[in-house]
């Protein structure tokens, strides 16, 4: 019961001084030095001691182009990132894809919009993998 109570009056205190943080970003999505259209892109934040938050999701356009705004409540400032899933050198594509992970900068965190430009996919992100079904 002691626990529980601690557990809630921390809850409360985190939700007490946790500020709202705010991110904008857009980008065109590369591979191949060609737009990729219709790629999944989410604008995600890191969490330490629970899974990530996903803020925003969007496909991209005919055009390759993405752009995505979020906003999340945390005490510590948020460590924002965009996640793409798509097949650019993806040997096996009917079973397999790569999640590829780009940081946002953290002067970004509500400032202006991070236009990340072109996001080439031959480019390895800061986290990478391919997942096969
Ligand atoms: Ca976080
Ligand atoms: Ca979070």
Redesign the pocket.
């Known amino acids: 019961m002691r626990s529980v109570l601690c557990i809630v009056l921390l809850a409360l205190i985190a939700a007490a001084y946790a500020k709202e943080q705010t991110i904008k970003v857009k980008g065109q999505i590369i591979c191949d030095k060609r737009s990729i259209r219709n790629a999944l892109v989410e604008l995600r934040?890191h969490?330490t001691f629970d899974p990530d938050?996903t803020l925003a999701t969007i496909h991209t356009d005919k055009d390759g182009n993405f752009q995505l705004s979020g906003k999340?409540d945390?005490v510590t400032a948020?460590k924002p990132y965009i996640r793409v899933t798509h097949t650019c050198d993806v040997q096996d594509r009917a079973t397999c894809h790569r999640i590829s992970d780009f940081e946002i900068p953290a002067n970004f965190i509500n400032g202006a919009e991070y236009d990340m430009n072109f996001v080439n996919l031959n480019l390895k992100g800061h986290t990478d993998k391919e997942v096969c079904n």
Do not use: F, V
């Open positions: 934040e969490d938050d999340e945390e948020i």
